[in-house]
C-alpha cells in the first residue's frame, strides 16, 4: 500500500483517521487528466466542493491537500448551515499551460460517475468557464456562467463573507467594527483577494498587497490605490489584520516567531499548518483568528443558492450570517477559554451529530 509522505499511515489508515468516506483517483492518458476526487462527509447532503488545479510537487502531496480541503468542506456546509457535506478535488498541473477543454470534460466525466455524491465549482486555477466544460458531461456542477442558468463566479460572494467576518473581529478587538483607518495585508490577489481589496479601500482601509504573481499584484496594487509588497516582508510588518487569501498553511511555526498583526481573517482554506498546535499559539499571543472556512464560506452559499434554485437575495442574507456567526465563535472561544478554531470545529462538528440523529430516525 503507498504511503502518504507526510504521514507515516497508509492511505486506507490515513482516511480512516481523517473520517473521509472515499477517495478517487482518476487517470486519463489521453488528455493528461491526474485528478483526485476526496469525498469526507456526506451526512448533511452531497460533498459540495472546489476543484483546484495546481502544480503539486508530488502525488502525495496533492492527496495530503486534497484529504485536507475535503475535510474543510464538510465544516464549512455545517457552520453555514446548509445542507450538504464536504469534498473536493484537485487536479495535477499547471492551470495555465496544461488546462484544455478535453481535461476539464475528462474530469467531468469522473464527477458523472459518482451519481451526485460529488458536486464541483471553483476553486483556485478553475474558473467559471472550467465549469462549463464540466457541465458539458455531467449536471453535477456548481458556478457555471449566470448565462447558463448558475450563479456565477462565487468569488464576490467569498469576499463579501472575508470582509464581514473581518468587521466583526475589528469589533471584538477595537471595539467598534468600522474599518475606515486600519491596515490590512492581503496575500493574494486572485479571485478572491481582488474583490477583497475592493471592498476594503471603498470603507478607506489602508490596504497592502502581495501576490508571486508581481503583475497581479502590481495591476491591483495600482487600480486600487493599494501598497505592493514584497511576500518575504508581511510577516514582519505591524498591520492591524493579516488576510490569507492565496493558499493555506502560511499560519506556521515559523511565520508566527516574528508574527504583529492583532486579528487573521482571510479566505484561505486551511490556513494552520497544524490546526491543534497553531490555534493554540495563536490564543496565547493573543493574535484574534477567523476560522477560515467559516468567514470564507459566502463562495459555497453561492454554490448552494445555484442547487437549491434559491436567487441571490437568499445568497446575499445567508453570507451576511457570517458577521453574527464570527461573534457566536468569538464568544464561545473566550466564554471556554478555547482557541476559535476549536469553538468553529465544535459548533460545525454539532450540526452533523445533531442531523445524523434526525436522519436515523426515518
Ligand atoms: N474562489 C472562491 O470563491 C473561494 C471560496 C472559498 C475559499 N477560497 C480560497 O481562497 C484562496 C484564494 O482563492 P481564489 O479563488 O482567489 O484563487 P486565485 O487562484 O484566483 O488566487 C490566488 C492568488 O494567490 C497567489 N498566490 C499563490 N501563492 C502565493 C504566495 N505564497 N504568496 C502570495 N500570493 C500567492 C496566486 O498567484 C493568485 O494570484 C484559496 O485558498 C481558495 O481555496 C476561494
Redesign the pocket.
Not at 502581495?210 to 504573481?213: F, R
Not at 487569501?245 to 493555506?248: D, E, N, Q, R, Y
Given at each position: 500500500m503507498p504511503e502518504i509522505n507526510s504521514s507515516s499511515h497508509s492511505i486506507l489508515e490515513q482516511l480512516s483517521l481523517s473520517g473521509h468516506k472515499k477517495v478517487v483517483f482518476c487517470n486519463d492518458p489521453d488528455t493528461g487528466l491526474k485528478a483526485i476526487i476526496a469525498i469526507h462527509d456526506t451526512t448533511l447532503g452531497p460533498a459540495l466542493g472546489?476543484v483546484?488545479m495546481w502544480n503539486y510537487n508530488s502525488e502525495a502531496e496533492a492527496l495530503e491537500d486534497v484529504l485536507r480541503l475535503s475535510k474543510g468542506m464538510t465544516y464549512k456546509a455545517a457552520i453555514a448551515g446548509l445542507n450538504v457535506g464536504g469534498g473536493t478535488a484537485v487536479i495535477i498541473g499547471d492551470s495555465r499551460r496544461q488546462k484544455t477543454e478535453a481535461l476539464m470534460r475528462s474530469f467531468g466525466k469522473f464527477v458523472k460517475n459518482l451519481n451526485g455524491e460529488f458536486i464541483a465549482g471553483?476553486?483556485?486555477?478553475t474558473t467559471v468557464r472550467d465549469m462549463e466544460y464540466i457541465r458539458m458531461e455531467t449536471q453535477h456542477v456548481t458556478g457555471v456562467p449566470e448565462s447558463l442558468g448558475g450563479a456565477g463566479n462565487?468569488?464576490p460572494?467569498?469576499a463579501k463573507g472575508v470582509y464581514l467576518g473581518i468587521k466583526a473581529c475589528v469589533k471584538e478587538v477595537f471595539g467598534t467594527d468600522e474599518l475606515a483607518g486600519r491596515s490590512v495585508v492581503v496575500?493574494?490577489?486572485?479571485?478572491?483577494?481582488e474583490h477583497l481589496v475592493e471592498l476594503l479601500r471603498n470603507d478607506n482601509v489602508e490596504v497592502y498587497v502581495?501576490?508571486?504573481?508581481e503583475d497581479?499584484m502590481r495591476m491591483i496594487a495600482r487600480k486600487y490605490k493599494a501598497k505592493a509588497i514584497d511576500?518575504d516582508k508581511i510577516f514582519n510588518m505591524g498591520a492591524d489584520i493579516y488576510a490569507p487569501?492565496?493558499?493555506?498553511a502560511?499560519i506556521n511555526d515559523k511565520t508566527l516567531k516574528t508574527m504583529k498583526f492583532a486579528i487573521i481573517a482571510g479566505?484561505?482554506?486551511n490556513q494552520l499548518a497544524d490546526e491543534k498546535i497553531h490555534g493554540q499559539i495563536l490564543q496565547e499571543k493573543g493574535i484574534l483568528y477567523a476560522p477560515d472556512y467559516l468567514i470564507?464560506a459566502?463562495?459555497?452559499i453561492s454554490c448552494y443558492s445555484e442547487l437549491t434554485g434559491f436567487g441571490k437575495k437568499r445568497t446575499i442574507q445567508l453570507t451576511e450570517n457570517i458577521y453574527e456567526a464570527t461573534r457566536e465563535v468569538i464568544k464561545l472561544s473566550k466564554s471556554e477559554n478555547i482557541p476559535t478554531n476549536l469553538a468553529a470545529s465544535r459548533i460545525a462538528e454539532k450540526r452533523i451529530e445533531d442531523i445524523k440523529k434526525i436522519k436515523s430516525s426515518y
Open positions: 472546489g483546484r471553483e476553486d483556485v486555477g462565487p468569488a460572494y467569498t496575500q493574494g490577489t486572485g479571485n478572491v483577494g502581495t501576490d508571486i504573481n497581479s511576500a487569501c492565496a493558499l493555506g502560511t479566505s484561505a482554506n470564507n459566502g463562495g459555497i
